[in-house]
């Protein structure tokens, strides 16, 4: 994350060379190296956030990115199916149920977690 005046720094390099992403993060890089050198894409983000939304401020919240799928039983399904087999692989349990390996990895590491707080 950037300081709102390597923010308006990066802008102002981004339109001395007419909207070059590659060039002002060159020269950006080059006029301010003792900061983090932003790449190409953080000069691109912000021209199309500036265009958008008036800032060039990322914003963070609730509602970015994908919300996750909170589907208890499977959870408890999954339990189940590692209680019965304990050196079943993640990979085959989520062929099984129809869910991607990370996210059986991630519920069972939820789990793991719950019962070592207790």
Same mark, same amino acid.
């Given at each position: 994350? &950037?300081?709102?005046?390597? &923010?308006?720094?990066?802008?102002?390099?981004?339109?001395? &060379?007419?909207?070059?992403?590659?060039?002002?993060? @060159?020269?950006?890089?080059?006029?301010?190296?003792?900061?983090?050198?932003?790449?190409?894409?953080?000069?691109?983000?912000?021209?199309?956030?500036?265009?958008?939304?008036?800032?060039?401020?990322?914003?963070?919240? *609730?509602?970015?990115?994908? *919300?996750?799928?909170?589907?208890?039983?499977?959870?408890?399904?999954?339990?189940?199916?590692?209680? /019965?087999?304990?050196? @079943?692989?993640? @990979?085959?349990?989520?062929?099984?149920?129809?869910?991607?390996?990370?996210?059986?990895?991630?519920?069972?590491?939820? /789990?793991?977690?719950?019962?070592?707080?207790?």
């Amino acid at each position: 994350m &950037y300081t709102n005046q390597e &923010y308006v720094n990066m802008m102002m390099v981004l339109g001395f &060379y007419e909207e070059n992403c590659n060039e002002a993060a @060159r020269v950006y890089s080059a006029r301010f190296a003792d900061i983090t050198h932003p790449s190409p894409g953080v000069f691109k983000r912000m021209m199309v956030r500036a265009r958008e939304t008036g800032s060039l401020i990322p914003t963070a919240g *609730p509602d970015l990115g994908r *919300p996750p799928e909170i589907v208890p039983e499977a959870d408890e399904l999954i339990i189940q199916l590692i209680q /019965e087999d304990p050196i @079943r692989s993640t @990979r085959g349990i989520a062929q099984e149920l129809g869910m991607s390996q990370t996210s059986i990895t991630r519920r069972l590491k939820k /789990e793991e977690s719950k019962n070592l707080a207790n």
